[in-house]
């Protein structure tokens, strides 16, 4: 299976991890956002990234390649079957994807990639984010965590862990300051997820680009 896009992207990650944790042997190509071949664009019409092949068959979006593969390879299970499980698992991926991503986004892309493109970085706008708009989101998955919970989800590993994780690694890329003595339970949570043998490649490359 090809997973096309920049390792520094949170969907990139979450996507190859995801197709890692079950075992499925990955190559994964660097595309960056918009780039035009063929090869790429047959996968993401529209140039998001991340991208998929697997033999002649494509999709793009990380929820529509978890999902797939998770359909072609059931084991280990990490979108459950049970309704309320799998409900919450999607809430959990769809709260990534948008609300932390958001956030997160807006304090890497000032701090790291305006630069690298060439563009004004708005540091405003970056502390803003970390001083008003990060907080709650850090505070909901503290609670999120309450109760001695391992995972977000059930009793084990689910694509609930790897979107909720993936984007962290953006906050530290971006040099967050964040007070974790207020979420040890997350602080602690994340660093377990992102240490996980699934994510060990893609971050590798992130540390070249941008250190660990
Ligand atoms: N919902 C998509 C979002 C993908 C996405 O927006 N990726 C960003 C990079 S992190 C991108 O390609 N941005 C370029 C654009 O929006 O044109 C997914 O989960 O894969």
């Not at 079957?81 to 409900?87: M, S, T």
């Not at 530290?172 to 997350?186: F, L, S």
């Amino acid at each position: 299976m090809i997973i096309y896009g920049a390792s520094l992207s949170p969907y990139v990650r979450k996507a190859v991890a995801f197709a890692n944790e079950k075992g499925i042997d990955v190559d994964h190509k660097n595309r960056m956002p918009g780039a035009e071949d063929e090869e790429f664009r047959e996968c993401s019409p529209f140039g998001k990234i991340p991208g998929m092949r697997d033999g002649d068959y494509c999709l793009g979006d990380s929820t529509a390649i978890a999902t797939y593969i998770e359909a072609k390879h059931p084991d280990p299970a990490l979108i459950p079957a049970d309704p309320e499980a799998r409900g919450k698992v999607m809430w959990f991926d769809e709260f990534a994807d948008t609300i932390f991503v958001a956030v997160g986004g807006t304090i890497f892309f000032n701090r790291v990639v305006a630069t690298m493109m060439g563009q004004e970085p708005d540091e405003a706008a970056a502390v803003k984010a970390e001083t008003e708009t990060l907080p709650p989101v850090l505070a909901y998955i503290e609670k999120a965590l309450a109760d001695g919970r391992e995972w977000l989800v059930g009793d084990g590993l689910t694509l609930a862990d790897i979107s909720v994780a993936s984007p962290f690694k953006n906050l530290d890329y971006g040099r967050a300051k964040i007070d974790w003595d207020a979420y040890p339970r997350t602080k602690a949570y994340k660093d377990r997820i992102l240490g996980r043998d699934s994510f060990a490649q893609l971050l590798a490359m992130d540390a070249a680009m941008v250190g660990g």
